[in-house]
């Protein structure tokens, strides 16, 4: 075997392409997640944070989850009671940012900008480049 055969990987074996890495996400409960926004989307707020309570009780180190969840709210234009849901439970250290941007967003619409700040303090002492 040449030298470009071996460079083009001619007579030599199939490698096995590796497995794909699995998603972040696969772990979320999406049917609850789904149930939750058919909730929001009818303006039944309670049976929606019902569900976010459970899932977040279920799972809660998920940045993930906390993330779909509130991002779910704010699409929705629940964002007091996003704030109420994910707020007292959201650990930037433990959940990561997205979720805390969220919860910056919700208290500046909100017109709260001491709310706000106190997430951009939060998450500025992560101390990650892509926050600066």
Known sequence: MGFFDKLLGKGQ?????????????DDLPRAELAQAEKHLAANERAEAIAIYDSLIAAQPESGELFAAIS????????????IAVVGP?????????????????????????EGAQMWIDILTALDRPDLA
């Open 13 to 25: 074996p199939k490698k096995e392409a590796p497995a794909p890495e699995p998603k972040k996400d």
């Open 71 to 82: 991002g779910d709210m704010g699409r929705h234009r629940c964002l007091e009671e996003m």
């Open 89 to 113: 439970k959201y650990d930037a250290a433990v959940h990561g940012a997205e979720a805390g941007l969220n919860l910056v967003q919700a208290h500046l619409h909100l017109g709260q900008a």
